[in-house]
């Protein structure tokens, strides 16, 4: 079968950052931020009826600061995990950034990497496609992210396997 479009793409920190920013849970980083607002709101609660019943309220203090750190946290999880996931996935590929070649077929996609295919995806399994200014990261229904480096595929072989996926997605 003739391929519609080939990328070859080095995943770099830069590219895996862009891409982990599309699919880090959001919802996690919005929990994370509501727990410690609803903490540190109880931390001044606390302090505000100390101050005004001039009674000791021994909470509101610990209370505000874990509050405070919770919210602080919610902002660093997600650039200390998207570390931690690339430098896993260096490790596993000996050391050095991971390549990975993705080719785009009229009924579906291969991920390959060293000449071994990972993966063969048809357009149906995609369920999202998001762009980034250097990525475009498809979706999987396993929650597999499938990344395709802009500069990597020129302007008409984007369009072919953008009008594929499409037609063929069942989410997109």
């Known amino acids: 079968m003739e391929p519609v479009a080939v990328c070859h793409t080095t995943i770099t920190p830069k590219l895996f950052r862009e891409s982990h920013a599309v699919v880090f849970d959001r919802k996690k980083q919005r929990t994370l931020l509501l727990c410690g607002i609803v903490f540190a709101a109880f931390g001044l609660a606390f302090l505000l009826v100390q101050y005004l019943l001039n009674r000791v309220i021994v909470l509101g203090g610990p209370v505000l600061v874990m509050g405070l750190f919770v919210v602080g946290w919610s902002f660093v999880l997600p650039h200390s995990e998207c570390r931690r996931k690339y430098k896993i996935m260096c490790q596993k590929n000996g050391g050095t950034p991971v390549e990975r070649r993705v080719t785009f077929y009229e ?16 357009y149906a399994e995609i369920k999202e496609r998001k762009e980034t200014e250097h990525l475009i990261v498809l979706i999987c229904e396993d929650r597999t992210g499938v990344l395709v480096e802009k500069a990597a595929l020129s302007e008409d072989e984007w369009e072919k396997a953008r009008m594929l996926i499409d037609q063929q997605a069942s989410a997109i």
């Open 107 to 122: 009924n579906g996609l291969t991920v390959a990497s060293k000449g071994e295919v990972l993966a063969d995806i048809d």
